[in-house]
């Protein structure tokens, strides 16, 4: 007769990678879009949800923080129940939460870390306090092993203008001086899908093909999310970041014709696909042939 312990090895380990991220109701971004991404690497998805909103494919219409009691017993038991191979890090909504985070990220610095520094949504609405954005710049950008800002956010973290490729590389800079890790500035609303990746040292640009501009609600979360899964796969963070953009460009063209507004991407379009070793070093064209 199989024990459960049996059973347990007989099932392949997946990488557990936690979301700590707001809940999109129409499925395209916050949590949802989290999970369905990790799932598209082969992946298993936890969440320890910080708000609810209220949203469509047109806009947010209200959020509603979770206690941020409840959400670090959240935390705590999913932490509880296994290894955790990566850790995205989405909308907080307030400072509550901001400094759960901040307290269990700082326990468990060993783990990789992807800080997605959703700020506000795509039609206006605020998705973090003011106090709460303070422990973001203070706090939460020292534990992450890579913040993932787009030009909007990235100028409002630094305060500079951010709308070219060196306005982007100025933001990446000072992100750094102010104590993340390493950062990609995501260009998806500049003229070509530009990003630029700083860790310290140097930049790298990755531009890659623009396509279908409307089908864009939670390519960032997707963006962060398919990072984390990667480096829980035990990738460089390099070919994380490129494998991440080759992901979200072909799930932006495979995007759903789902509402009115800004169209959700189709996260599961390659879950047949097989993975690729994790000691294998990709290039921007390689990738994009890989994952086509």
């Keep these: 007769m199989a024990t459960s312990a049996d059973n347990h090895a007989s099932v392949p380990a997946a990488p557990v990678v936690l979301t700590i ?29 910080t708000a609810l909103t209220v949203q469509n494919t047109r806009s947010v219409n209200e959020v509603y923080p979770v206690e941020s009691g409840k959400l670090r017993e959240s935390i705590q038991a999913l ?14 909504s307030d400072r509550a939460n901001a400094e759960v985070v901040k307290d269990f990220l700082s326990a ?28 973001l710049r203070e706090d939460l950008l020292k534990l992450a092993t890579i913040v993932t800002p787009n030009l909007q956010e990235a100028a409002s973290l630094t ?15 000072r992100l750094v001086e102010m104590g993340a890790k390493a950062v ?13 990746y700083y860790d310290g040292a140097s930049f790298e640009t990755f531009i890659g093909e623009k396509v279908k501009p409307d089908n864009t609600h939670g390519t960032g979360c997707t963006f962060s999310s398919a990072i984390a899964s990667n480096l829980a796969l035990g990738r460089q ?26 169209l959700p991407l189709h996260h599961l379009y390659r879950m047949q696909q097989a993975p690729r070793p994790a000691d294998h070093s990709f290039t921007f064209a390689e990738a994009e042939t890989t994952h086509q």
């Design 21 to 49: 991220a707001g809940f999109d109701p129409s499925g395209g971004a916050g949590i949802a879009a989290d999970l369905k991404t990790f799932a598209a690497h082969n992946c298993y998805g936890v969440a320890a949800i």
């Design 79 to 92: 932490w509880e129940d296994g290894r955790i191979a990566a850790i995205k890090v989405g909308m907080l």
């Design 108 to 135: 468990n610095a060993s783990v990789p870390t992807v800080i997605d520094p959703v700020l506000r949504s795509a039609t206006g609405r605020n998705l973090l306090d003011q106090e709460g954005i303070s422990v």
């Design 159 to 173: 305060g500079f203008k951010v709308e070219t490729v060196e306005e982007m590389k100025a933001a990446a800079k």
């Design 184 to 196: 990609v500035v995501t260009g998806g609303h500049l003229e070509k899908a530009i990003d630029v």
């Design 237 to 262: 963070l390099r070919d994380a970041i490129v494998l991440a953009k080759v992901y979200v460009t072909e799930a932006i063209r495979k995007a759903f014709a789902i509402g009115p507004g800004r």
